[in-house]
């Protein structure tokens, strides 16, 4: 192993999420940046997650939910419902302003609304941290399903297993997820220079060593990547190409330029991104 990754706990308000990329030493993952676990959880009747708008810059941002649902809400008039096993892919690039809320109807549920998922951002390459921002959404019977003994998965992004997934990436990468059986074994694609794998339910086994929720192994790039589930469990694989060069990061903003952060600063502050049709709330920039 590089190295593993222990999730670090956040409290985002009547609900957890486990904050797993970047982590210290250790920047990305393949382009993967930022790796956040969010739930298990239950919100009270009535309540429900609500993330502001807020702005993006230099990047594309994956949301995948095993339970719960959010309404996505951008800058470019889209509005979304994603649900379990849906794919969210959204390009920031130059610039593009978000929303993610409970909708309606998973807030009147009278058990209250439920909440699993993972959310991550992937670092675009230098050549197209500018581009057009974009949006797409993917529903679970669009992605390429994958089946090897034991284990059943899930093609998010990327090229994995003789498979590639609809979603518009930029780079050499995959991202799958996995539900593997007790006793199942499943090794990571080895074309790839860096890998990892994260634990969402149940444990396994690398070598002689376990792994529980929370927990992200980082493989060196010459390794056998295999694991072995030592119960039930539910993963997350991912990892690519090394990304072409360290990136700053500053809130929501990713970029190979301190000045372009900067920038982008200013013009959330000043009020130059475009607005969200349909949810006029706003996140201010933050003091630090």
Known sequence: MRRVIEGRPRDLGGFEVRRVLPAAGLQTVGPFIFFDHIGPALLPRGGGVDVRPHPHIGLATVTYLFDG????RDSLGSAQVIRPGDVNWMVAGRG??????TPPGQRAAPEGA??????????????????????EHHPAKTLPQIS??????????GAAYGARAPTSVYSPMFYLAAELAGGAELELPAEYAERAVYVVDGEIRIDEQHYGVGQMPVFESTADARVVARTPARIMLLG???LDGPRHIWWNFVSSSLERIERAKLDWQEQRFAAVPGDDERIPLPDR
């Not at 439920?114 to 057009?132: F, K, N």
Request: charged share 20%.
């Open 69 to 72: 649902a959010f309404m996505h």
């Open 240 to 242: 690519g190409a090394p």
């Open 96 to 101: 593009i302003v978000h929303s993610e809320r």
């Open 114 to 135: 439920s909440i699993h998922g993972i959310q991550t951002w992937i670092a675009l390459p230098r050549e197209d941290e500018e581009v057009a921002p974009a949006f």
């Open 148 to 157: 090897r003994p034991g284990a059943r998965l899930s093609l998010i992004a």
